[in-house]
């Protein structure tokens, strides 16, 4: 067989599993999903699956990695020079720490989802964003209290730990206003409505 002729079969499956750059228009839902097809059935899933509206998984995802797969934290140094790991285990698209992603994939039963796969880390989203709701009363179209208790735990978010963290509220109000944002662009996207 001619070693070019699988080459489109292997792009197309890289492109299902996520990308270390981001789209090239973030600030545009329609964009992102036109660019990014798989993106908006991952989406879609998680929708059906968990009712987490788009929009709010977009902004979560906008705020947590700016929709790079292999999103990290930044690496701490000792006396400013000296390599000293990273600031916490938070990575991929969800920015999902080590712990809760064994909870996740052992409360799911998906024990091979990875949290650079778009559809995993939605999943994952939604599947937190539930456990919000039934903990804390978030609903699940509240892109600024969800993002609070995704930020600072379900525990830290019933002590109401984010309320001596105003950077964190300013992030919050910005979660709000892009899952506005993006609502309304999804709304009139010819990838959805089409």
């Given at each position: 067989?001619?070693?070019?002729?699988?080459?489109?079969?292997?792009?197309?499956?890289?492109?299902?599993?996520?990308?270390a750059?981001?789209?090239?228009?973030?600030?545009?839902?329609?964009?992102?999903?036109?660019?990014?097809?798989?993106?908006?059935?991952?989406?879609?899933?998680?929708?059906?699956?968990?009712?987490?509206?788009?929009?709010?998984?977009?902004?979560?995802?906008?705020?947590?990695?700016?929709?790079?797969?292999?999103?990290?934290?930044?690496?701490?140094?000792?006396?400013?020079?000296?390599?000293?790991g990273?600031q916490?285990?938070?990575?991929?698209?969800?920015?999902?720490?080590?712990?809760?992603?064994?909870e996740?994939?052992?409360?799911?039963?998906?024990?091979?989802?990875?949290?650079?796969d778009?559809?995993?880390?939605?999943?994952?989203?939604?599947?937190?964003?539930?456990?919000?709701?039934?903990?804390?009363?978030?609903?699940?179209?509240?892109?600024?209290?969800?993002?609070l208790?995704?930020?600072?735990?379900?525990?830290?978010?019933s002590?109401?730990?984010?309320?001596n963290?105003?950077?964190?509220?300013?992030?919050?109000?910005?979660?709000?206003?892009?899952?506005?944002?993006?609502?309304?662009?999804?709304?009139?996207?010819?990838?959805?409505?089409?």
């Amino acid at each position: 067989m001619n070693r070019f002729a699988l080459l489109p079969l292997v792009l197309a499956l890289g492109a299902c599993v996520g990308s270390a750059t981001p789209p090239r228009n973030v600030d545009n839902a329609c964009a992102i999903i036109e660019e990014r097809p798989y993106y908006l059935s991952a989406m879609q899933a998680t929708e059906a699956n968990w009712g987490v509206p788009i929009a709010v998984q977009m902004a979560t995802i906008y705020h947590e990695s700016s929709f790079v797969s292999n999103a990290r934290t930044p690496r701490r140094y000792a006396l400013g020079v000296i390599p000293a790991g990273r600031q916490s285990s938070a990575f991929g698209y969800s920015q999902a720490l080590d712990g809760t992603w064994d909870e996740y994939r052992d409360d799911t039963g998906r024990r091979f989802a990875r949290r650079t796969d778009i559809s995993d880390a939605t999943d994952f989203m939604g599947w937190y964003m539930n456990r919000s709701r039934e903990r804390n009363g978030i609903a699940l179209t509240d892109a600024r209290n969800q993002y609070l208790a995704y930020h600072e735990g379900h525990r830290g978010y019933s002590r109401g730990t984010y309320r001596n963290k105003a950077w964190l509220m300013r992030v919050a109000d910005r979660v709000e206003a892009r899952a506005a944002l993006y609502d309304r662009q999804l709304a009139s996207c010819t990838a959805i409505q089409g």
